[in-house]
């Protein structure tokens, strides 16, 4: 583009087609444009000129409305003519608007003309504007339906009409902008400086906010100038609060209440002018959900809260499979330069929603699935038939490969195969294939696999009734295994081994009388002692089952044991399944730090002080390496490892969960655990677990196109290689992290072909491959990627890899790491795909509006910054949940829910349904409410002082908050509806996370609130963690910081 009368397309001259990377806004619903939206900036205000642009300079402080806009001028404005202009597309500048009512104007006649010889600006690549636009700040349309901010002079607005869309009345706010003093003046900028400069004071700007387009975004977010100096004087705010200026001030911020904010002359930004997680998940409900097609590449999915339900067409559903991007770079330099990482977030058992299919398996029989002769792909709808359906050609590495004699079809006048639509293989993106005997260990048809009880009967299970607990239930327990597709009943087997100092074995073989015990005191070389009878199926063995449930809690009744070994127990149940020949799990209930003599002995390091600081990871990396070789050969026989502890004191998770982590297994935690608290949650875990679909004996395998390679792997499973991830079972609730790197340029009109191919034995024993295709887009622009973005997956990679680093980094270089690369990207976007705008306003791509958001609530959880308030085991247990959760469940823990539960509707009949989260503030709780809030593993109900006594009394059956048993973790069952729906909104709650959460009730103004205020995430943290308004600003900070 050199030539000089060149000009970027404007939003209001219909017919020109939008500039690369540019974003054309719609209006919000019906409105109609604001004034002055689509307006040619004034020359001389701090805006060099377009080259060519020959305006007269106006000497109306106002600009009027494009002419076809359809706006009235507002009152005392005149329509300039039109002939000065004629043939001149005005500036795309999204969202410019006239200055607010009540802020100062430049004097008339400061319009300096365009001066001569400035260096032609192209729309796009322009240099970010080091100072604001003179008296013209962006502005779009409130923000969801929220009043401006409060504390502008009243008696300015007289003067003005008000703009579209907001009350008579309502004023503006004041917003501290930042002051560029030390920055040499732009060109064209005639002597206005520190003017212009004081006007930014006065600005307060909210962002557009329209997210009725289907795929993609409908342009840049624009926030708010930030003040720096809220940021630094943050300090003085009250715990738990984000920061006020006027300390005196009351906090009324609670409801919207439109007169008191008038009156109230706040000068602080106003985080309801912040982009809302609340609103983005209402827009993507509103305008996604229904049916998903995944018809297209690089189509980006709805998020995943919304509901949706899939229909595969070729490509995966987002539940297997989900990217950080859809349109890939064509280039490393290109990737690196916008910093957002390309990632794969693989959940390959998802389950399926209600009204989607389950993946067809796909019998080849003898001849076993059809792959390609040199990478070895699956066959899969990106295969092409040539040479009339005798070959066909792999798009992963190009080669051709000849068809087998029995797969041979005939190819239609499309070149297509005629049988197409009969192949599942050919036309969907999950299936499965049954495998032959070649994918099988030892070339041999594999067993059901197992499920073996590993209980720790020492002194503590035992005083905990949690022994008696897990007797008494497992017939209703060994009901829920799992029952494969198209089967009647389970085929699984289930075995049981108890130890304390020593381990025992029962034989249940169905034609005993009674169980047989069989003890194995030789710790150090463990061994099975029976191969006959220690495994068999719930149906066969059910009385002989009963009877040794009733057995093992009288024989250890009186036991004294409190040292417990642990590796020894683990080993028994890996040899059992060694020696049946078959795979499975082991659930393993443990109590105690294992300090007996025996392999596997662990010595207590429980340094809590060292949390948070530099030598953190000294206490959160295994002790030694015993556990982890133990988990390796577990993988080697197929045998996961699901640790269930009830623990009183430090048990070192960061060392014995190496055996669950390696085996693709989970880690769940009971301290103080006490059966008549605890049971029912223990028991629903226990369940879920066994329940749940689940692939045993399991490898995964990434494979891509031509021009990047999968390099990198986050989550529980074992790599003995660089390519293959070894899952001894992995199940619906997990997700593996996958980091992808170009090693080669990519051709733009290709894409990129992804194919996971999981190979597993089913919970029937069948050996089967799981495929899951996906094919991206490729692009050469910038704004394509940011277009295309999927900000869940990203900070779900984000924080399997952080935490991954935090173990061998100092944590503050990991922390300082994710928050310079989340400015580096919108920085990115800034400076290459926005328009031009003033220094002090942030502008964020719509589909990263919430990355400042989700960052700040990754750096503050528990994972990444559990410091001395939490124990290190919490801390352990924490980063092990983050790096198994799939995107659902990230979202929710990063971000947790706050439910409003005395704004239930209950109309007779109606199905009960969850009442709408609002932001995660204590800015949005009154005194009056009774809040629920979870995060996947804790659930909390907060009770206020001043909470309604008709609504207390109908749920706890009590007359006032004060009279609560705060103590109790269920609610008293009541005879009335109101009591019935909270139970049931709890429950409903429950049943969406794998994890049976505790219900922990909180009263306002007492103890535990501190703990309750602590996942208030929006808010400042009690350790002075950022709230998001600072952490906003001092993003805005850093991304000043890059573009300078």
Known sequence: MSSSNQLPPSMGNPGMPPMPGQYMPRPAGNMPPMPGQNMPPQPGHNMPPQPGQNMPPMSQPQMPPMAGSG?????????????????????????????????????????????????????????????????????????????????????????????????QGQMPGHMGGYNNMNQPPMPAQQGGFNQMNNQMQNMNISGPYDQKTMNGDNGPHMMPPLSQQQYLNGQ????????????????????PAYAAQQQQQQKRLNPDQMPSPIQVIQDDQTSRSGVFYSNQKGLVPPLVSTKFVVQDQGYASPRYIRSTMYNVPITNDLMKQTAVPFGLVISPMARVAEGEVTPPIVNFGELGPVRCVRCKAYMCPYMQFIDSGRRFQCLFCKASTDVPAEYFQHLDHTGQRMDRYDRPELVLGTYEFT?????????????????????????????????????????????????????QKSNMKVGFITYNSSVHFYNIKGNLAAPQMLVVGDIQEMFMPLLDGFLCTPEESEAVIDALMEQIPQMFADTRECETILLPAIVAGMEALKASDCTGKLLVFHSSLPIAEAPGKLK????????????????????NQTYNQLGQDCVGVGCAVDLFLFNNAYIDIATIGQVSRLTGGEVYKYTYFQADLDGERLIHDIVTNINRPIAFDSIMRVRTSTGVRPTDFYGHCFMSNTTDMELAAIDCDKAIAVEVKHDDKLQEEEGIYIQVALLYTSVSGQRRLRIINQVLKTCSQMADLYRSCDLETIINFF???????????????????????????????????????????????????????????????????????????????????VMTMDIDNSVNYFYPRLIPLNEISINGSDVIQIPMQIRCTIEKMTDQGVYI????????????????????????????????????????????????????????????????????????????????????????????????????????????NILS
């Open 933 to 1040: 809030l979870e995060n996947g593993i804790y659930m909390f109900l907060w009770i206020g002082l001043g909470a309604n006594q008709d609504f207390i009394q109908q749920v706890f059956g009590v007359p006032s908050a004060v009279q609560i048993n705060i103590e109790q973790t269920t609610l008293p069952v009541l005879d009335n509806p109101t009591s019935e729906a909270v139970r049931t909104i709890i429950e409903q709650i429950r049943s969406q996370r794998h994890r049976y959460m505790r219900l922990t009730l909180v009263r306002q103004k007492e103890k535990m609130e501190n703990v309750f205020k602590h996942f208030l995430i929006e808010d400042r943290g009690l350790d002075g963690s950022p709230s998001y308004v600072d952490f906003l600003c001092h993003m805005h900070k850093e991304i000043r």
């Open 799 to 881: 924080s399997k890899q952080s935490v991954y680093k935090i173990l061998d980094n100092n944590p503050k270089t990991v922390k300082d790491a994710i928050v310079q690369r989340s400015a580096q990207m919108l920085a990115n976007y800034r400076k290459n795909c926005a328009s031009p705008s003033s220094a002090g306003q942030l502008i964020l791509p719509e589909c990263m509006k919430l990355l400042p958001l989700y960052v700040n609530c990754l750096l503050k959880s528990d994972a990444l910054s559990g410091g001395t308030d939490i124990t290190i085991d919490d801390r352990s247990f924490c980063m092990m949940a």
């Open 604 to 623: 207590a390091r429980d340094d809590r002080k060292l949390l948070g600081t530099d030598k953190e990871r000294t206490i959160l990396t295994p002790q």
């Open 71 to 167: 706006m009235p001028p507002l009152p005392g404005q005149n329509m300039p003519p039109h002939s000065a202009q004629s043939g001149m597309p005005p500036m795309s500048q999204p969202g410019m608007m006239p200055p607010l009512p009540g802020q100062p104007m430049p004097p008339p006649g400061q319009n300096a003309p365009p001066q001569q010889g400035m260096p032609p600006q192209m729309g796009r690549n322009m240099p970010p504007m080091q100072s604001p636009m003179g008296g013209m700040p962006p502005m779009q349309p409130p923000m969801g339906g929220m009043p401006p901010m409060p504390a502008q002079n009243p008696s300015l607005m007289q003067k003005r009409p008000p703009m579209p869309g907001q009350m």
């Open 236 to 255: 003085q705010n009250r715990p738990g609060y984000p920061p006020m200026t006027n300390q005196g001030m009351p906090n009324q911020y609670s409801q």
């Open 435 to 487: 495998a032959t005997k070649d994918y099988c260990r030892n070339n041999t048809f594999p067993k059901p696999p197992a499920i073996i009880f590993v209980i720790d009967v020492s002194y503590n299970n035992i005083k905990s009734g949690l022994v008696s607990l897990i007797c008494s239930q497992m017939k209703d327990i060994i009901k829920n295994l799992p029952i494969d597709e198209g089967q």
